[in-house]
């Protein structure tokens, strides 16, 4: 299972869906706005994105923190 999570500075839904990850060891890779990806390449992946954290699994569009902790049965 590998994750991508699209995020930016000062985000504290963006540091509990990685911290989130870590804890059950699902490997992941982090977008962040502002280094290295613009918001257009976030709107590129995902056009309705309003809020970061946006996350997919295994290239499967899951949405932010609070899906991925339903997706991940961890509610």
Not at 2 to 13: F, L, M
């Amino acid at each position: 299972m590998k994750a991508v999570v699209w995020s930016k500075d000062n985000c504290r839904y963006c540091l509990s869906a990685k911290n989130l990850l870590v804890a059950l060891g699902i490997e992941f890779e982090e977008r962040k706005i502002g280094e290295g990806y613009t918001k257009e390449d976030l709107l590129a992946a995902v056009p309705h994105a309003k809020t970061v954290p946006q996350i997919f699994i295994d290239d499967e569009y899951v949405g932010g923190y609070d899906d991925l902790k339903v997706k991940l049965n961890q509610v």
